[in-house]
DNA sequence: TAGATTGTTAATCGATTAACAATC
DNA sequence: TAGATTGTTAATCGATTAACAATC
């Protein structure tokens, strides 16, 4: 039920679950078993029976899974079964595009603040949020015991930016700027590089 | 050299390792050896070694790598010492910020066209782009010979428009939609979903 | 030369898969 | 009951690490 330690790999698959069962459940199918959801996915069935068994018991035998009720499972897991407060850094285009994402809420994140630091976007909108001066950032995610912080600054700005949401209490980054961080062990950070990907792809092209 | 088969899981390393290696000849440095380059990445030293040593012999013994040289060599083998064009699909707020992301081209790619299928954006401007019409997506795809698309969609046109994606003659696909795309085996996807990282990052942290 | 660092081998570690008893 | 599918074990497979000869 509440395991020792779980590879982060098993954990890292299951969000992939999840949005995969929430898809299914969408389209009204009630039940599902591990060779479907694997099929969808690309996984074998085994693997998908390994990784939930990590955490629990949650099929039966000769039916398989109940969708909704191993959603609930998987977001209490996740602690995804709540709504988590996460401030937004960078209000360039992507940090607007964030900002605008309407498919944060109903996977468990809110955005409540976003900051910049070029004076003619501060006190301006991004999305339905007033841009606010970095130079309160750090007070404002302490008051309001904000834990989880997007970052979509250019590269150059990125590991200073860290540093203050660390000081200020942050403790997970998703961290959009092509660059690595550096951060406290305590301190999670998640990248996003869309040239990372397409590098990767090109290596399978041909030219 | 030209090496026979290449893990995967090292491959998706070699544009990490020269995004850091850009980064250290940006900042000057001539020189590094793959304890630098592993302590910047959080990799081990033998793990840089091991993934290089795979497509060839970069370095030198008592002194490490030429990091203009070793640059070059990841560049060709990763396919981007030359310029990809690329065709983007859906111009919605995330599809203006990456046709506006000026980090492509020096990277080895160049956005070349934009679609979307809401009248009222054909026409106007994403970017330096004009947006087409989907309508005419596989018949500009397959006149310019483009080989690689990021789709920027609502997660329920993804699957169709991946589909005529690689009827129109994609074969790398990089997905922003939060959904599992399903594509013949030529074809490589890679995916973004911000919401998958937030979700794996939350399992570690305290409520 | 002495010191440093590579490239590579072998050992270790960990993840995936196959198989099947349990059981719905 | 018969059929189906889970949860789990053991075997396989593959990736990482440690160690060191080679050599710059």
């Given at each position: 039920?509440s ?5 982060e790999i098993?954990v ?9 069962l ?12 591990s060779?479907e959801?694997?099929?969808?996915l690309?996984?074998?069935?085994a693997?998908i ?43 360039g ?5 964030v900002?605008?994402?309407g498919?944060?809420?109903?996977r ?6 976003v ?10 909108q991004?999305g ?26 250019p ?10 949401l ?9 961290c959009?700027?092509?660059t690595?961080?550096s951060v406290p062990?305590?301190?999670?950070v ?9 590098q ?5 092209l041909?030219?």
């Open positions: 039920m395991p020792d330690h779980v590879p098993v890292s698959r299951i969000p992939l679950y999840l949005r995969a929430s898809e299914m459940k969408a389209a009204q199918r009630e039940i599902t078993s060779q959801l694997g099929d969808r690309g996984f074998s069935s693997q029976r390994k990784d939930l068994s990590q955490f629990g018991e949650f099929g039966k035998q000769g039916t398989g899974y109940n969708v909704s009720f191993l959603i609930e499972q998987l977001q209490r897991i996740l602690k995804v079964d709540q709504v988590w407060d996460t401030a937004l850094v960078g209000a285009d992507l940090g607007h595009a900002a605008n994402y498919g944060f809420l109903h468990g994140f809110r955005i409540v603040m900051f910049d630091n070029a004076p003619h976007k501060i006190g301006s991004a339905p949020f007033t841009i606010q001066d970095t130079a309160v950032m750090e007070e404002q995610i302490r008051r309001h015991g904000i834990k989880i912080a997007m970052l979509t600054t590269a150059a700005a990125a590991q200073d930016l860290a540093a203050r660390v000081n200020a209490g942050i403790e997970a980054i998703l959009y700027a092509p690595s961080i062990d305590h301190v999670r998640e990248y996003i590089d869309p040239v990372l990907h397409l990767n792809m090109t290596y399978y041909s030219r």
